[in-house]
């Protein structure tokens, strides 16, 4: 069994930013793709970012790229968001998530964690 924990979300202002962690148990970790998807209040689930096992091949949604980079520390068993020059419309539950194989941009992940709350003020 895989667990998923992430940390890192909170408050911040239009124009700030925030790293989100996303810490593993398991051995699966460095087998494993891993992702970044998000959800505000009555919207579906949504793509944000997405990593390679050895980190060599990252994607990206539109709507964050030049802005989040997302990175994995494989010795660590953690993965994370750095976000930049966030705006209100990034305001949601971020998940991280996990697969076998290749990273993809839509929901097909085997494992999730919680969410992290990112709330951004205009």
């Known amino acids: 069994q895989v667990q998923l924990v992430e940390s890192g979300g909170g408050l911040v202002q239009s124009g700030g930013s925030l790293r989100l962690s996303c810490a593993t148990s398991g051995r699966t970790f460095s087998g494993s793709a891993m992702a970044w998807f998000r959800q505000a209040p009555g919207n579906e689930r949504e793509f944000v970012a997405a990593?390679?096992?050895?980190?060599?091949?990252?994607k990206y949604a539109d709507s964050v790229k030049g802005r989040f980079t997302i990175s994995r520390e494989n010795a660590k068993n953690t993965m994370y968001l750095q976000m930049n020059v966030l705006k209100p419309e990034d305001t949601a539950v971020y998940y991280c998530?996990?697969?076998?194989?290749?990273?993809?941009?839509?929901?097909?992940?085997?494992?999730w964690g919680q969410g992290t709350q990112v709330t951004v003020s205009s």
């Open positions: 990593i390679s096992v050895r980190g060599g091949i990252t």
């Open positions: 998530a996990a697969r076998q194989g290749v990273p993809l941009t839509t929901p097909q992940y085997d494992y």
